[in-house]
């Protein structure tokens, strides 16, 4: 038979001993075949430069070369997480080496059975291909692009700005917003950080001490720095240009996974929420999403379609408890990257941070629709003097019911309206007085925190 008539090998290369259901028995060794039957198998070795060898051996290279196993174990596998008794180790979360091994078995065998294929096309396809074979559209340098829009693209791009932030007594994530050193993260993550205690761990594996540059615990953020000058900055977006239904994607180390990746898509923007720890409490108007976020995520970037950071990941809502650790059930919510830049450059420049006010306490005791300055003769302040509130006109036992036009149902909803502008900003404030309903413009000042 030519070498330009050779056929892919036939059933009975291997080792069977009966013809599968309704085929032929093979012919004997050396005899062509009959009209209408099989063709024989290969009766004679390839010559160099013809087609591949047959499957179950590597083309000779000399003499003594020895036959591919393709049934040999694999290599040794490390499961994710890095070294025994890292915080978050897989193991942790009932992933047990047998199985990571076996996965890791048949993607490797995967890859053996897919090159002899593809070498038996080659030289199908080829003919006399002569030197090495090569398989039909397959990617020289052994890559696959993935379009930027896509998760896997966002990933790629994000990823090597993340950081996993680790404590004595817990972990977090972060992200970094300048190559000289600066890192974003929340304040409840580095809140009981003692000098020496904080490490950053980046995509790349390796490792630096971090100090902290100052926090702001009204708006659950702070800011780190490491002696580095080689660090690749995220891109910050616009968070007042979002919408509800865009996809978003979020990247951070819950339960000490570093690197996870979830998607999503926003849920809600101006979500009134209070978060934080340790006595301090923060009061946020977030966004919401509904991207897979579990403790450890606290820190992480929140990203839009193009790869740019909308919010930081701040809370998350739980209706269960398992172990002392809450689980994402879709209602996540992240710090809008505008609060957080201005943050952060107030941070970066002085230090600390300040927010808006408008001088006046509210009573906590009171249950009707809005938020009422205390009254006089409460066991609070009232109203500042000489503050905002004050100067306005504003007295104790007023009800505040919108801010500019936004309606306001509790004491939170109001502070959180306040805190998301500036200091020095005017609001239109409708409040209700005696049965009356009133306007005033209050001019924000600002207090440090």
Do not use: C, K
Not at 74 to 87: L, Q, S, Y
Not at 173 to 199: P, Q
Not at 423 to 433: F, H, Q, S
């Amino acid at each position: 038979m030519d070498d330009d008539q050779r056929r892919v090998r036939p059933w009975w290369a291997g080792e069977v001993d009966d013809p599968p259901p309704g085929l032929p028995a093979p012919p004997t060794y050396g005899e062509e075949p009959q009209t209408g039957s099989v063709p024989p198998p290969y009766r004679e070795e390839p010559q160099a430069g013809s087609v591949p060898p047959p499957y179950g051996e590597e083309p000779r290279h000399g003499e003594g070369a020895r036959p591919f196993d393709p049934w040999a174990a694999p290599p040794a596998t490390r499961t994710v997480g890095g070294p025994e008794g890292r915080r978050g180790h897989a193991e942790r979360r009932g992933v047990t080496r047998p199985l990571l091994a076996g996965a890791a078995a048949i993607a490797l065998l995967s890859g053996a059975l897919g090159a002899v294929v593809g070498a038996t096309v080659a030289g199908d396809v080829g003919g006399d291909v002569g030197g090495t074979p090569v398989v039909v559209g397959a990617d020289p340098a052994g890559l696959v692009e993935r379009p930027p829009e896509s998760v896997a693209g966002i990933a790629q791009s994000v990823l090597p700005s993340v950081v996993s932030v680790r404590l004595a007594d817990g972990n977090g994530s972060g992200f970094v917003i300048s190559e000289d050193g600066y890192v974003l993260t929340n304040n409840h993550v580095v809140a009981g950080a003692g000098d020496g205690s904080l490490v950053l761990q980046f995509a790349d594996g390796s490792e630096s001490p971090a100090r902290v540059i100052g926090r702001s615990p009204s708006y659950d953020l702070a800011v780190l720095r490491v002696d580095r000058d080689d660090l690749q900055p995220v891109v910050l977006g616009d968070s007042g240009a979002v919408a509800v239904g865009d996809p978003v994607v979020a990247i951070g180390s819950p339960l000490g996974l570093e690197g996870t990746v979830t998607s999503g898509i926003l849920s809600a923007t101006d979500r009134p929420v209070t978060a934080g720890g340790q006595g301090e409490t923060a009061f946020i108007n977030a966004l919401q999403t509904d991207a897979a976020i579990n403790p450890g995520n606290s820190g992480g970037p929140l990203v839009d379609g193009s790869g740019r950071v909308i919010g930081v990941n701040t809370a998350i809502a739980s209706l269960s408890v398992v172990g002392g650790q809450s689980g994402s059930i879709g209602l996540g919510f992240a710090v809008p990257i505008n609060q957080a830049r201005l943050t952060a450059e107030q941070i970066i420049a002085n230090g600390e941070a300040v927010y808006p006010v408008i001088g006046a306490a509210l009573d906590p005791t009171y249950d009707g629709p809005g938020a009422r300055i205390a009254p006089t003769g409460a066991n609070l302040p009232g109203l500042t003097p000489g503050g905002p509130a004050e100067s306005a006109g504003l007295r104790p036992g007023d009800v505040i019911r919108e801010v500019d036009g936004r309606p306001v149902d509790a004491p939170d909803e109001l502070i959180v309206a306040i805190r998301s502008r500036r200091p020095g900003d005017e609001v239109t404030l409708t409040y209700e007085r005696n049965g009356r309903t009133e306007e005033v413009v209050v001019t924000l000042d600002a207090q440090v925190g």
